[in-house]
């Protein structure tokens, strides 16, 4: 009894850092849930950021070194930049919160037949990424715009 | 001696392949190497497979570990392919030593006092592991709760089943049995099945990455099978939980939490206790990943309270 009331107390903080961890997560779970139908609260993520002018930003950088990429770049021969960029602006925009809305084609659609691979787009969005940290979006800040554009990995590759 | 030099050559090695292109999957999303080789946390496997090779891709993982709990320590190395993000084999060496004074006192015990002094030990014991995907993707599946599942199998073979215990004066009292026969273990060797799932959600906690896992497993081994596999009164397979709590707080730095439950189906000397570890993972590319944990194993023989401190490094390639 006693040796098993010692491990107990030996593992508290191990225990407590579960407890907190889990916590965390459902509260945090049932925050964004309150949040996210206001999709222009004021300090939505794309508020947050720096709206329009700072994905402009990001997605210039991002598809600069994407164009330039030996291995992804051939994909966007004859796409022009300018275009490229204000879809990928205004799609991200309505994803987190801020007041567009995509008109560009659906997904599935635009990278049917382009028969992408799975590697392909992880370099891509390692790019993006890259391209929020260089432009100065914090670590959370680019998580939670990946975590928005994340799902449209299956309408792009293999297709 | 000889563990010294495998040490220094996997290091050579790490630095060797850092060079070498590692795979496409993202920073940290292939785990670390736990102890028995399989990738995911330090003592429990996830569902994502070892090294970052996509779908296309067919990458590797080497590893040395190193865990120090007073009277036990267990140096483990081994190396992994990950095929195609789908299948992952490993293959790991374990060599747990055990100091005269563990020894001894089990001689003492055994024989009410009328030996007290034998030498030290080690056991060796060999594991292989394959693991497949089977749904899921862990980290881009934002949209729906499934998370990444992987089914596994792990073959433990012991090396000194029947490496006789020595006394100071080079006679073994008991020949032909080693420590986890001694200890009531019924065989060298099992296998446990497992199902690990794991899911990644990105942007969280407080705009932070939260790794989840849990895995079951279903399994005969006593100690992680380094005290044998099954007992006499008791050859059954029992499930036993293992998860994983884990937060990227950085794009290179993960910490987190996790536990292990055992069967303690040997008891007496041998009782097992719920593992549970704290750990921080360092990724600072996808080259390499280093993690130091504070584990608490509970009991061991003779070691009521084994605490201790854990090193991984792992190289991918
Ligand atoms: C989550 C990842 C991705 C997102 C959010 C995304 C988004 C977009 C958007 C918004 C467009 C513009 C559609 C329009 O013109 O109306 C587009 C077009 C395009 N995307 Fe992606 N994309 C992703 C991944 C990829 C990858 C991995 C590749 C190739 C490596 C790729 C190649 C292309 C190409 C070549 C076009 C131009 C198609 C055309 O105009 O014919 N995309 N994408």
Same mark, same amino acid.
């Given at each position: 009894?006693?040796?098993?009331?010692?491990?107990?107390? !030996?593992?508290?903080?191990?225990?407590?850092?579960?407890?907190?961890?889990?916590?965390?997560?459902?509260?945090?779970?049932?925050?964004?849930?309150?949040?996210?139908? !206001?999709?222009? /609260?004021?300090?939505?993520?794309?508020?947050?950021? &720096?709206?329009?002018?700072?994905?402009?930003?990001?997605?210039?950088?991002?598809?600069? %070194?994407?164009?330039?990429?030996?291995?992804?770049?051939?994909?966007?021969?004859?796409?022009?930049?300018?275009?490229? %960029?204000?879809?990928?602006?205004?799609?991200?925009?309505?994803?987190? &919160?801020?007041?567009?809305?995509?008109?560009?084609? /659906?997904?599935?659609?635009?990278?049917?037949?382009?028969?992408?691979?799975? %590697?392909?787009?992880?370099?891509?969005?390692?790019?993006?990424? &890259? /391209?929020? %940290?260089?432009? &100065?979006?914090?670590?959370?800040?680019?998580?939670?715009?990946?975590?928005?554009? !994340?799902?449209?990995?299956?309408?792009?590759?293999?297709? | 001696? @000889?563990?010294?030099?495998?040490?220094?050559?996997?290091?050579?090695?790490?630095?060797?392949?850092?060079?070498?292109?590692?795979?496409?999957?993202?920073?940290?999303?292939?785990?670390?190497?736990?102890?028995?080789?399989?990738?995911?946390?330090?003592?429990?496997?996830?569902?994502?497979?070892?090294?970052?090779?996509?779908?296309?891709?067919?990458?590797?993982?080497?590893?040395?570990?190193?865990?120090?709990?007073?009277?036990?320590?267990?140096?483990?190395?081994?190396?992994?392919?990950?095929?195609?993000?789908?299948?992952?084999? #490993?293959?790991?060496?374990?060599?747990?030593?055990?100091? #005269?004074?563990?020894?001894?006192?089990? @001689?003492?015990?055994?024989?009410?006092?009328?030996?007290?002094?034998?030498?030290?030990?080690?056991?060796?014991?060999?594991?292989?592991?394959?693991?497949?995907?089977?749904?899921?993707?862990?980290?881009?599946?934002?949209?729906?709760?499934?998370?990444?599942?992987?089914?596994?199998?792990?073959?433990?073979?012991?090396?000194?089943?029947?490496?006789?215990?020595?006394?100071?004066?080079?006679?073994?009292?008991?020949?032909?049995?080693?420590?986890?026969?001694?200890?009531?273990?019924?065989?060298?060797?099992?296998?446990?099945?497992?199902?690990?799932?794991?899911?990644?959600?990105?942007?969280?906690?407080?705009?932070?990455?939260?790794?989840?896992?849990?895995?079951?497993?279903?399994?005969?081994?006593?100690?992680?099978?380094?005290?044998? @596999?099954?007992?006499?009164?008791?050859?059954?397979?029992?499930?036993?939980?293992?998860?994983?709590?884990?937060?990227?707080?950085?794009?290179?730095?993960?910490?987190?939490?996790?536990?292990?439950?055992?069967?303690?189906?040997?008891?007496?000397?041998?009782?097992?206790?719920?593992?549970?570890?704290?750990?921080?993972?360092? @990724?600072?590319?996808?080259?390499?990943?280093?993690?130091?944990?504070?584990?608490?194993?509970?009991?061991?023989?003779?070691?009521?309270?084994?605490?201790?401190?854990?090193?991984?490094?792992?190289?991918?390639?």
């Amino acid at each position: 009894m006693i040796t098993y009331l010692k491990q107990t107390i !030996a593992k508290t903080p191990v225990f407590a850092l579960f407890t907190l961890v889990f916590w965390c997560m459902c509260g945090c779970t049932s925050t964004l849930t309150s949040t996210q139908p !206001a999709t222009q /609260a004021a300090n939505s993520l794309y508020d947050e950021i &720096g709206g329009s002018k700072t994905l402009n930003t990001v997605f210039g950088v991002a598809i600069n %070194r994407i164009y330039n990429d030996p291995i992804i770049g051939h994909y966007f021969n004859g796409v022009p930049k300018s275009h490229l %960029r204000k879809q990928l602006v205004s799609q991200t925009c309505e994803l987190i &919160g801020g007041p567009c809305v995509y008109e560009g084609k /659906a997904m599935l659609d635009t990278h049917k037949d382009l028969n992408i691979k799975e %590697r392909e787009f992880y370099i891509l969005v390692e790019y993006v990424q &890259g /391209a929020m %940290r260089d432009v &100065g979006l914090t670590y959370q800040q680019e998580n939670q715009i990946l975590q928005k554009l !994340a799902p449209i990995k299956s309408e792009t590759i293999y297709l | 001696m @000889f563990r010294t030099q495998i040490i220094a050559a996997s290091l050579c090695l790490v630095s060797f392949f850092s060079l070498a292109n590692s795979g496409s999957r993202l920073t940290a999303t292939g785990g670390i190497t736990g102890f028995e080789g399989a990738a995911g946390g330090g003592i429990t496997p996830w569902a994502f497979i070892s090294g970052y090779g996509s779908k296309e891709e067919i990458n590797g993982t080497a590893n040395v570990q190193y865990l120090h709990l007073n009277d036990y320590t267990l140096t483990t190395f081994g190396a992994s392919l990950g095929i195609y993000d789908r299948i992952e084999l #490993s293959a790991q060496r374990q060599t747990l030593d055990i100091s #005269s004074g563990i020894t001894s006192s089990v @001689f003492s015990l055994l024989t009410e006092g009328a030996i007290n002094t034998a030498k030290s030990t080690r056991i060796d014991m060999d594991i292989v592991t394959a693991k497949v995907k089977v749904l899921g993707d862990g980290v881009f599946d934002q949209h729906s709760w499934v998370p990444q599942v992987a089914v596994g199998a792990q073959y433990k073979k012991h090396r000194d089943f029947d490496t006789t215990l020595l006394l100071p004066d080079g006679t073994g009292p008991l020949p032909n049995q080693g420590v986890a026969r001694i200890l009531g273990a019924k065989d060298d060797s099992g296998t446990d099945f497992f199902v690990s799932a794991t899911k990644l959600y990105l942007g969280h906690i407080n705009g932070f990455n939260l790794l989840t896992n849990l895995t079951a497993r279903y399994t005969k081994a006593n100690t992680f099978g380094l005290l044998g @596999f099954g007992s006499a009164s008791d050859d059954s397979y029992k499930l036993e939980w293992e998860g994983t709590l884990a937060l990227l707080t950085s794009p290179s730095t993960v910490i987190g939490v996790e536990f292990r439950t055992q069967t303690n189906r040997l008891g007496g000397l041998a009782e097992e206790d719920t593992v549970t570890d704290a750990f921080i993972a360092y @990724f600072p590319n996808k080259s390499f990943s280093l993690t130091a944990a504070y584990v608490d194993l509970g009991n061991l023989p003779m070691q009521p309270s084994s605490t201790g401190f854990y090193l991984t490094a792992t190289a991918n390639f």
